[in-house]
């Protein structure tokens, strides 16, 4: 579509126009927006988008004042308002303006949408090894441990010191990258190599409304948690890594031979959405292969998330964006990022545990969790009990180790209670059976489970003068049950986009060991303490995980795109533990955990590799999935960033690698059935001759049915489509019934699994 033409007499005429609407006024309150724009209706006076946005802002600004000159130039101007020109992550730019600038704008030629400038929130030596990933077979070596492809990391920014940096081993950079190392008060480009091959920072956003949440303008981190997520993804081995003698080991990240480029956007926990438009605009004009995005944003619809926007962007060029569901808990609806074409990844447990050894007087031995930094053994001490941890009312417990009961919902309390007493530690029974995750403690302390706590009470009892030795910087492998979904991982479905079943999966999200910056404090125990590695928790570290298997499979399956990515991690997915039971969940009492917190399962890298079919989708097939969802035209355009599109053949019936069918109607006496239909269509990606067979898992009230029950695939690459039927009551009696569809190949070498999910939630009561 050619671009319409303005003789400049009369674009100048419109510019004035549009400025003399605006009457001066120091008490207008300026704010950050970010402004979707159709650059095909860019006037051809101007030489670039850029250009075309400066000029219009320039026009606003001159003429907002009186005291400012009436004429504009139509080349590029600098402007203080303006913000960011965006290219790829969307089309438009943000600024900087006030209530009549903002009117005047929306009334442009080429206005899309706008939306105002909002906040988000941030959401290993022995993950690896969980996750089956070795040097002799599997995904390591089929992939070359990720060989050549770029991680995009959008976080808090790098540590360059950190060993997990090292580019001894790694190949030279593809010609293909575009990225560079941007030198800046506090970090030098000479620190980048092959491993670290891009860095750079965005913070015009954050600077235009909370300046002094920047202290200095550099890509350098001082937090912690960009350094700890880039490393989880694509670390480099380093041998002898531990906190403070806690998870020993070899630390890598999941892809350890691909390169990371790290675009920092967090500043003291500040996010704005202007800062990751640009990092993932530059991003994508670098030319990674993978974003890792441990951050999110809580907004109600897919044309209001950034996330949404800008991943939909990284998608249409080959990007796989891993994304985080949040650590809002174990409540439905809390998931965020829901849109399609990202992976949402949840968080669980690994089976490691670090802590201290509990040594009774009698000799019996116990293992507490614990991450306590100070003095590694508090030798023979007296032990007392003190119910529920009311030391306040306790007496004669100075230079004594105590015992007391707490649950989760009051350890916290608990144990800041016990801190002020001048006690010499403290083993906290706590009413769950197995610990999730572990608190910063200053004084010497160790969690046990309810089983542990009955004997170290009955040994209390029995005992005239009761003793334990605490013994810390223990750790223990092997944990069974694990993996366990974590119950602070977010819960589905998804509030923005309710008819994809989200989280997608979930990965290592507790206590994962990863690389730290030298200058950031991990705790204290009369001093402070820094460490080269920290163990952190969230699903923060759950999405690096899973963006450094992406990069496993982009090595490995170069011609995939995002969505067969997606579909080969979800449908060979974990369903089971290591104990062969179905996979817990810390939220609800160990209880087996439902698609709604664990999406497809434990992401397993060595079968994602080899998964037999794939549910593939592309562009078209997302265009047709909005323009389903209700949206007005401005709102479609918002998300695709093209005035070009198709909506004759709209369809919710999206190729998704799993199913959500929701039975929420009213209840009636009467036995109403409900029918609801999906079609699917599978790619060959295994043997080329093979014949696969349907098996369902039984769902109680809800009835499912597959037709055909057998797709026989004469060739690779041969696409063949299927109907699965779900019948069911108008509402149905659970908040998440689950079920599976799976297709095994004759002679069992594949097994492709879709959870299916059936509920009568109602996102019209969510908050019920």
């Known amino acids: 579509m050619a671009s319409p033409s303005l003789p ?120 690896p090894r969980f996750l089956g ?26 540590w360059p010191e950190s060993k997990s940096y090292s580019d001894v081993g790694m190949p030279n950079i593809h010609s293909r990258w575009k990225g560079r190392c941007v030198s800046d008060s506090d970090f030098n480009a000479s620190m980048c190599n092959k491993k670290l091959i891009g860095v750079q920072y965005f913070n015009k956003g954050v600077l235009a409304d909370n300046p002094s949440a920047v202290s200095v303008n550099s890509s350098r981190d001082n937090d912690g948690h960009g350094t700890h997520t880039s490393t989880t993804a694509a670390g480099s081995f380093v041998k002898n890594a531990s906190f403070f003698g806690y998870a020993n080991g070899t630390a890598a990240g999941i892809a350890p031979l691909a390169h990371i480029a790290i675009y920092k956007v967090i500043w003291r926990g500040n996010i704005y959405a202007s800062d990751v438009y640009a990092a993932v605009d530059q991003a994508i004009r670098d030319g990674v292969d993978v974003i890792s995005l441990s951050l999110s944003f809580r907004t109600d619809f897919l044309y209001e998330d950034p996330l949404a926007i800008a991943s939909f962007a990284a998608m249409e060029r080959g990007i796989l964006v891993s994304c985080a569901a949040g650590n809002r808990g174990s409540n439905y609806w809390t998931v965020r990022s829901g849109m399609p074409w990202a992976v949402t990844v949840g968080a669980g447990t690994v089976d490691r545990e670090v802590g201290a050894t509990v040594t009774l007087g009698d000799g019996a031995s116990i293992f507490g969790s614990s991450l306590f930094l100070g003095n590694s053994l508090v030798r023979k001490v007296p032990l007392v009990y003190v119910k529920d941890c009311e030391v306040n009312n306790a007496t004669n417990i100075s230079n004594k180790i105590i015992v007391c009961n707490t649950n989760d919902n009051a350890v916290e309390g608990s144990i800041s209670e016990v801190g002020n007493a001048k006690v010499a530690g403290c083993i906290f029974i706590l009413s769950i059976s197995t610990i999730e995750t572990i608190i910063d403690i200053s004084y010497p302390a160790a969690f046990v489970t309810p089983e542990d706590g009955d004997i170290i009470l009955n040994y209390i009892n029995k005992s005239l003068n009761p003793t334990a030795t605490m013994n810390f910087q223990k750790t223990r492998l092997g944990l069974k049950p694990a993996p366990i979904l974590g119950g602070y991982s977010a819960r589905g479905p998804s509030p923005a986009c309710p008819s994809v079943l989200k989280p997608d999966i979930f990965a290592p999200g507790t206590l994962v060991l990863a690389a730290w910056p030298g200058r950031t404090r991990v705790g204290n125990y009369q001093q402070d303490y820094f460490s080269p590695f920290n163990i952190i928790w969230g699903t923060s570290m759950a999405t690096p995980h899973v963006a450094g298997v992406a990069a496993l499979l982009k090595r490995s399956h170069p011609e995939w795109s995002p969505a067969a990515i997606q579909s080969a991690m979800m449908t060979t997915a974990d369903s089971l533990d290591n104990t062969g039971m179905p996979i817990k969940d810390h939220a609800y009492g160990l209880d087996p955990a439902n698609p709604l917190g664990m999406g497809a399962g434990h992401i397993n890298p060595n079968k994602a590799m080899n998964p037999g079919l794939i549910y593939d989708a592309n562009r078209e097939d997302y265009v047709r999935f909005i323009c389903s969802l209700n949206f007005t035209d401005k709102e479609i355009k918002t998300i695709i960033r093209s005035f070009r599109y198709n909506c004759t053949s709209r369809s919710l019936d999206l190729n998704y690698p799993s199913f959500i069918a929701f039975f929420n109607g009213e209840e009636s006496s009467s036995n109403v059935t409900i029918t609801q239909l999906f079609r699917r269509t599978m790619t060959n990606v295994g043997d080329a001759l093979s014949t696969y067979t349907a098996k369902l898992a039984d769902m109680g009230e809800v009835k499912a049915s597959v037709k055909p029950s057998k797709l026989v695939f004469k060739r690779k690459n041969e696409k063949l489509s299927y109907t699965l039927t779900l019948k069911g009551p108008r509402r149905v009696s659970s908040s998440a019934i689950k079920g599976s569809l799976t297709w095994v190949d004759n002679g069992g070498k594949y097994v492709v699994r879709s959870t299916i999910l059936a509920s009568r939630l109602n996102i019209e009561n969510r908050f019920d």
């Open 8 to 127: 400049k007499h009369l674009l100048c005429f419109f510019l004035l126009s549009i400025s003399h609407l605006f009457t001066f006024s120091s008490s207008q309150e300026s704010q950050t927006y970010i402004i979707h724009m159709d650059v095909s209706a860019m006037p051809k006076v101007f030489s670039d988008h850029h250009s075309w946005y400066s000029a219009t802002l320039s026009s606003i600004s001159q003429h907002s004042s009186p005291t400012r000159a009436t004429t504009i130039a139509t080349d590029t101007t600098t402007n203080s308002n303006h913000i960011y020109t965006y290219t790829h992550a969307i089309h438009g730019f943000s600024a900087r303006l006030s209530p009549s600038e903002l009117s005047a704008l929306q009334s442009s030629p080429g206005f899309v949408s706008l939306v105002p400038d909002i906040r988000g929130e941030a959401a290993t030596t022995r993950t």
């Open 133 to 158: 990933l070795a040097s002799q077979s599997g995904a390591w070596p089929q992939s070359n441990y990720g060989e050549g492809v770029v991680i995009g990391v959008l976080d808090t920014g790098v």
